[in-house]
């Protein structure tokens, strides 16, 4: 036993020996602008480029994630969401679908985007994490993508974002619990009411998977009209999900 916690003791001194060395020699860098970062940096955004991927001066609303001035206070609910039928029950998100935000978003949507989408995802639980925790969510889930579409595209954003959330959290990710059914229309090709229409019946539970009361968070990288997130969320509820917020990296504006 002493052999072994002595190897043990050398083992992980070793491992920081090199981990310090390789520091050194290649240091971390913002996958945004590649300036070096120290090696204990938390994620791999440098500060301005965290700044600009952050809504700032803005304040979102609990219930739909449209984003405003923060002059005009945070709510439970806004002009955009009080007359509307929302299956989800909170949304989160870094700020408004535009500029920077929007750029590193549609680069995430790529096979040489995933640093990028790990890196969102650590700024998603630091800047966001006290109102993921609040929620107190059970599992994430992210959007799930048709077989042959995240083939052809080769990553999904939603599922990287989720991974790694949930790793930072610690809370259970579950991308087995839902499933889609079909290769929908891409939404971004489609009016509003299109969208809802486009995703109705999409989604289904996965099979030995029970919810009992759970509180889901959903993951996807931006949430506009609410009809996938909301098809997701509605799914979630008929199953016996007692709550679902919807976490996502930018929030547009509705069609």
Do not use: H
């Not at 790990?118 to 998603?124: D, M, P, S, T």
């Amino acid at each position: 036993l002493c052999v072994i916690s002595i190897r043990d003791r050398l083992s992980r001194a070793v491992g920081r020996l090199t981990r310090s060395a390789v520091d050194v020699l290649f240091p971390p860098r913002c996958v945004r602008c590649a300036v070096d970062l120290a090696a204990s940096w938390p994620i791999l955004l440098c500060t301005e480029c965290a700044e600009q991927l952050t809504a700032s001066g803005e304040a979102s609303c609990r219930r739909c994630g449209a984003w405003r001035a923060a002059s005009r206070g945070d709510a439970s609910s806004c002009g955009e969401c009080q007359s509307a039928r929302l299956e989800f029950d909170a949304v989160m998100s870094l700020g408004p679908y535009r500029g920077a935000l929007r750029e590193a978003i549609l680069e995430m949507k790529r096979p040489q985007g995933e640093p990028l989408s790990a890196a969102v995802a650590g700024l998603l639980a630091a800047r966001r994490g006290e109102q993921i925790r609040s929620f107190e969510p059970d599992g994430i889930v992210p959007v799930p993508m048709f077989w042959r579409r995240r083939m052809w595209r080769g990553t999904n954003s939603a599922e990287l974002l989720a991974t790694e959330i949930g790793r930072i959290l610690n809370i259970p990710v579950v991308p087995g619990l839902v499933v889609r059914t079909r290769n929908t229309i891409p939404q971004k090709d489609l009016s509003s009411r299109q969208r809802f229409q486009n995703v109705r019946g999409a989604f289904r539970i996965g099979k030995g998977y029970g919810l009992g009361g759970a509180r889901i968070v959903v993951v996807d990288d931006v949430l506009t009209t609410g009809a996938t997130c909301g098809e997701v969320a509605k799914t979630l509820k008929k199953a016996g999900a007692a709550g679902v917020a919807v976490v996502v990296a930018g929030r547009a504006g509705q069609d």
